[in-house]
Every structure is written in C-alpha cells, then in structure tokens.
C-alpha cells in the first residue's frame, strides 16, 4: 500500500516538470486554477464517497473478525449502490455549483469555473472506485489498491501531458483548455483503476466465496441496518477525511482578500504566490506525506479488528508500532526535503528563490501534515470519530483565528505558519488521549522519537554541507546541474541516516526482525 501510494504521489509530481514547461509564462497561474479546482473536488469527492469506503473497510473487517464473510459481500453489494447515486448527485451538485465556488475571495473567475466543471465528470466515477478499494482492505488485502492507485495515476499523467503537449506546443492554444484537459485526466485515469479492481474481483471471487460459505452464519443483518451502520460510520469520515482539505480551503478564501490589504500589487501576482504554497510546494511535499497516508489507511482495519476483539495490548501495540514508523520514515524525509529545497524547485518548475523558500517551509509542515493524518486513522479505528471531529474543529478554529496575524507578519508564508499551529494542536490534544486511555508505551515512542531526530538532524546538517559545496561547481539555478545536485545529496544523505540507524539497531527495533539479518551481515551495532 505504501510502495503504490508513494508511485503514486511520484508519478502526480514527475509530470508537472514538463507540464509546467510546457505552460511557459503561464505556469504559475495554470497551477492556481489547478489547486483552487482540484480543493473543491477533493471536498465533493468526500462527500460523494461520503466516507463510505473507509467505513466499508473498517466494518468488513469487523464482521470478517467475528467470521461473518457473508455480512461483509452484503456491505460492499448495498454499498455500491449507494455510491452510484451519491456520484451522480455530486457530480451534477458541483457543475451547476461552480460559478458560486469559482471565487478567489473576492470575485468569481470564469476561467477557474470552466476548469472545475471540467473535474465533475470524474466524481462519477470515483466513488465506485473507492468503495471496491475499501472492499479489498477490508480484507486487509493491498495489493489490489496499490496496484489500481498505481494505474490511475500512470494513465492519468499520460493523458495530461499528451492533452498539453498538443494543446500548448502544436496548437499554440489556451493554457485554459490544457487545465481543462489536465483536469479531465481525472476520470480517465479512475476507469483504468476500475478495470484494475474489477479484474482482481474476478481472479478472487472463488477464495472470497469459500470464505463466505465457512462463515458462521450466526449474525443476521437487515439492509435497513446495513445502511444505517454505513451512514453512521460514513458521516465522521467525511468530516475528519476532509480536515486537510479544509485546511486548505481556509488559505483558498482567505489568502487572497488578506493580502491584497497588506500589499499593492496586481490580482495576478497574488494567484502566482497562492500557487506558489498550494500547489508547487504542496505537490512535492505531498510524496512524503503519502507515507503517513498509506500507513494510515492500513491502520483503521487493524485497529478496528483489534478493537472488535477487545484486545487491548493488541490496540497498545498496533498504536505504539505505527507512530514508531512513521516517526522512523516521515521526520528524516521532511528533513532531508528540506535540504534539497534550492535544487528540488529548480528541477519541478525552474530556478525561484521565494519559491525554494516556500519549499522548504512547507517540508517541515509535512510533519504535522503527516501526523494529523496517522493519528485521526488511528481514532477512527479505534471508534473514537467523535473524538477526532472535535480536536478537528478546534484545529480550523485556531488556524482560521491565526490566518490573518500570521499573513500580515510572514506575507506568503503566512498560510503555513497558521496550518502548523492548528494541526500541531489538534496532534497534541491526540496523542495525549491516547496515551490517557490506551496506555500505549509513549515512554519507547518518545525515546525513539529523540533518536529519529537526532540522526535526522545529523543528515540535515550533512546534507545542507554537500548542497553549499556541491552548489560551488553545480549551479542550482540550472534544471540539469540542480537536478544532479539533488541526486548526489540525496544519495549522500540516504546513506548516512541509514548508516546511524543500523549501526545504533534503530532501526532493528522499529522495522523488525529482518533488519537483524543485515545489522549481522556487515556487522552493524555499538
């Protein structure tokens, strides 16, 4: 799930090289009509799927616990359904929205509602695409998810860069209609996803079938109650699916209007600096935040199995061993995103200092981004959604009370800055609850904590010497150098965190008994 997660998020941010190229002068604003279109369909995709494949997966594996396999098929049958009607509903609900959402704080864009209205015909396709994935990680089965995940995204830059390709370099035409068709690429990409799952469907259907024939059969379940159980799993996650996105849609309506107070410049300009966070920083930072996803969407099943049982060591543990990981994989690549910045932004969109800056804040942001993520899945496996929607509103108050101070002190950075403090809040008041009522060994977390950030920040020194060094003979103001630049100190840096974390059996301990073999291999360990 995390190798096609990650292929994924590579895939989304490798196409923006030649995409953004292609834009010309245009680039900055294409990407802000992109990132304003693509926050309110990551909110209608929310609500169409409302929180039904999460929940689907978290009950399937409840009834699969207590061997009730038929329940489960009937879930996912009732569920399906459901996710046609939601899918046309929002589909048409966003399209005749648009002109209404297609606002930069202070006025509606024509542009920006020809490119969302370009994005609802894919929220007819993708609630059907998410509830088949929930399906299988019911099961906690990932290879068919990550596998669609990958396909998606692979016939999805496909389709945008040969659309832009022609469009902006053989045409000579709009950079409007490339976005359109960048932003149709969507749909197309989840009828290859669709394709993908249904074909695992079919490869699995007799194991499933046996598995639903051995079950005990002793639950009875009415389809009035299956819907009630969806529905009432599916409204918190939608609330607590969307935080992110809602985070993002605070900067969406705010940003703009605030600083056109704080500074004269043109409309234009202001949208180049929205872009600049929410999209071109976003997208690079969004690969590691993939990481916490991935481990996320793997958690609920595995908490709820554990929870449905009453075991609680097992919930301790599964709690413990996923925030171990994610500390040990999301702090060093926040770090080291961090260090290669300057060279990174070059590589993606061309040599700009306020944006590198940007960059580079919003690599530490990946952090509580990544957090947030892994400890409201966890809440959710373990029951606790009204929990979860609470600490999450408390969060989007606070960043919406900050947003304005934190712009009018830090201009463009503001927006992060004010993001940090309200998911920083709602990650404490988290992990505090959970360490309250479930006992989990925060003592070993936190000491492993201290190391991951120590040899995390090790590396961040290491790494900032070779790029100052290496910047000396290669200029990371040029695509190729600047790209060379990042190869080498990513190398470097790789190397040395993996180094410390053998060499001290950190590694040994958080990842496993597998790690053994290669610390005794080449004789790694004080």
């Not at 060279?343 to 969109?349: L, Q």
Request: glycine content about 8%.
């Amino acid at each position: 799930m995390t190798f096609g997660s990650i292929a994924s998020r590579i895939l989304g941010a490798l196409y923006i090289i030649p995409w953004y190229a292609w834009m010309g002068r245009y680039g900055n604003i294409a990407n802000a009509l992109t990132a304003r279109s693509y926050n309110i369909y990551s909110i209608f995709i929310l609500i169409s799927t409302a929180g039904i494949p999460g929940a689907i997966a978290k009950q399937v594996a409840k009834y699969n616990a207590m061997n009730e396999y038929g329940v489960g098929k009937k879930l996912f049958r009732k569920g399906l359904q459901m996710m046609v009607v939601l899918g046309i509903i929002c589909a048409v609900a966003m399209y005749a929205l648009s002109p209404i959402l297609a606002s930069n704080g202070s006025q509606s864009d024509p542009r920006q509602v020809a490119v969302m209205r370009s994005l609802s015909y894919a929220i007819l396709l993708i609630p059907i695409l998410s509830i088949m994935r929930g399906y299988f990680q019911g099961y906690a089965d990932m290879m068919p998810s990550a596998l669609s995940q990958f396909f998606e995204q692979l016939a999805r830059v496909i389709w945008m860069l040969l659309t832009a390709y022609v469009i902006m370099q053989v045409q000579h035409g709009s950079y409007v209609h490339a976005v359109i068709q960048s932003n149709l690429a969507a749909a197309i990409g989840a009828i290859f996803g669709i394709v993908i799952l249904a074909g695992f469907l079919l490869k699995r259907r007799r194991w499933m079938n046996e598995l639903v024939e051995n079950s005990n059969h002793q639950v009875k379940v009415s389809t009035k109650h299956l819907f009630g159980e969806i529905i009432q799993q599916a409204i918190p996650f939608i609330i607590i699916d969307s935080g992110i996105q809602l985070f993002y849609l605070i900067d969406q309506y705010t940003f703009h209007p605030m600083i056109k107070g704080l500074v004269h410049v043109s409309s234009d300009v202001i949208e180049s600096w929205y872009a600049l966070f929410a999209l071109n920083a976003n997208k690079l930072i969004m690969i590691i935040v993939s990481l916490a996803s991935a481990m996320a969407v793997t958690a609920i099943p595995l908490l709820s199995a554990a929870h449905t049982r009453r075991d609680r060591k097992g919930i301790a543990d599964q709690i413990a061993n996923t925030l171990d990981l994610f500390l040990f994989v999301m702090i060093p690549a926040a770090f080291g995103m961090a260090v290669i910045s300057t060279p990174i932004y070059t590589v993606f969109y061309g040599y700009d200092p306020l944006g590198s800056s940007v960059l580079y804040l919003s690599a530490f942001t990946s952090i509580s981004l990544g957090l947030f993520t892994v400890l409201m899945a966890i809440l959710q496996g373990l029951s606790e959604n009204g929990l979860a929607i609470k600490y999450l509103v408390f969060g989007l108050i606070i960043k919406a009370l900050v947003q304005y101070p934190m712009i009018r002190l830090a201009k463009v950075y503001g927006p992060l800055l004010a993001t940090n403090i309200g998911l920083l809040l709602i990650c404490w008041l988290a992990l505090r609850h959970l360490r309250i009522k479930y006992r989990y060994n925060a003592g070993r977390t936190g000491r492993r904590f201290i190391g991951v950030a120590s040899f995390s920040l090790l590396m961040w020194l290491l790494g900032t010497l070779v790029v100052k060094a290496g910047g000396l003979y290669l200029s990371p103001a040029h695509r190729m150098s600047a790209l060379l630049l990042v190869a080498i100190t990513v190398v470097i840096c790789v190397l040395f965190y993996g180094f410390l974390c053998l060499y001290t059996g950190l590694a040994e301990k958080i990842l496993g008994s597998r790690v053994a073999r290669i610390t005794e291999r080449f004789h790694f360990k004080f």
